[in-house]
T-cell receptor
Framework: GQNIDQPTEMTATEGAIVQINCTYQTSGFNGLFWYQQHAGEAPTFLSYNVLDGLEEKGRFSSFLSRSKGYSYLLLKELQMKDSASYLCAVRGTSGTYKYIFGTGTRLKVLA | GAGVSQSPRYKVAKRGQDVALRCDPISGHVSLFWYQQALGQGPEFLTYFQNEAQLDKSGLPSDRFFAERPEGSVSTLKIQRTQQEDSAVYLC???????????FGPGTRLLVL
């Protein structure tokens, strides 16, 4: 079966660091993506990992361990505008490029 | 450049009515995907096009759902005889090719009464 797990909700304080975890069990793996989605808006692309390790992009970093079926998104220097849902998605093996999404983690940043 | 656009943004339909949802992908993007997102959930895959060819429709929930992309650009998702359980946000995404990152449109919020 296909399963992607993320915490439902997290709360953090402005200026802090937060780590959002994602574990996955899929029949094929061809990359893991993180998207940010504000309420009522389109998901916007944040990061992509296909090899093990850390990818850093400004205040956002994403980590992948394929052997553990595990990823995390790290957000530093949190700002109020970071309050949103964060979606973890796994892309299937070649031939079908669909994404399998988790339910999303709703992050609330408090002043 | 312009992103993925979808229309209408909101649609209210009476149960049993047919609806058509439109997606304009980013110019030059070969791959196009449709997803359904229920409230509080992540998007779920419906169907995938490469140019005009529908290569995967395994996610379409019933034969009431039909998608087309006749000229390999604009796509339409049609839902016949809508039911209340069809109420959701329908997201369209496009990518340069299947392997590239998908970019999403703002979605069409469908409410079936």
């Amino acid at each position: 079966g296909q399963n992607i797990d993320q915490p439902t909700e997290m709360t953090a304080t402005e200026g802090a660091i937060v780590q959002i975890n994602c574990t996955y069990q899929t029949s094929g793996f061809n990359g893991l993506f993180w998207y940010q989605q504000h309420a009522g808006e389109a998901p916007t692309f944040l990061s992509y990992n296909v090899l093990d390790g850390l990818e850093e992009k400004g205040r956002f970093s994403s980590f992948l361990s394929r052997s553990k079926g595990y990823s995390y998104l790290l957000l530093k220097e949190l700002q109020m505008k970071d309050s949103a849902s964060y979606l973890c998605a796994v892309r299937g093996t070649s031939g079908t490029y669909k994404y399998i999404f988790g339910t999303g983690t709703r992050l609330k940043v408090l002043a | 450049g312009a992103g993925v656009s979808q229309s209408p943004r909101y649609k209210v339909a009476k149960r049993g009515q047919d609806v058509a949802l439109r997606c304009d992908p980013i110019s030059g993007h070969v791959s196009l995907f449709w997803y359904q997102q229920a409230l509080g959930q992540g998007p779920e895959f419906l169907t995938y096009f490469q140019n005009e060819a529908q290569l995967d429709k395994s996610g379409l929930p019933s034969d009431r759902f039909f998608a087309e992309r006749p000229e390999g650009s604009v796509s339409t998702l049609k839902i016949q005889r809508t039911q209340q359980e069809d109420s959701a946000v329908y997201l369209c995404a496009s990518s340069k090719s299947g392997r590239e990152t998908q970019y999403f449109g703002p979605g069409t919020r469908l409410l079936v009464l």
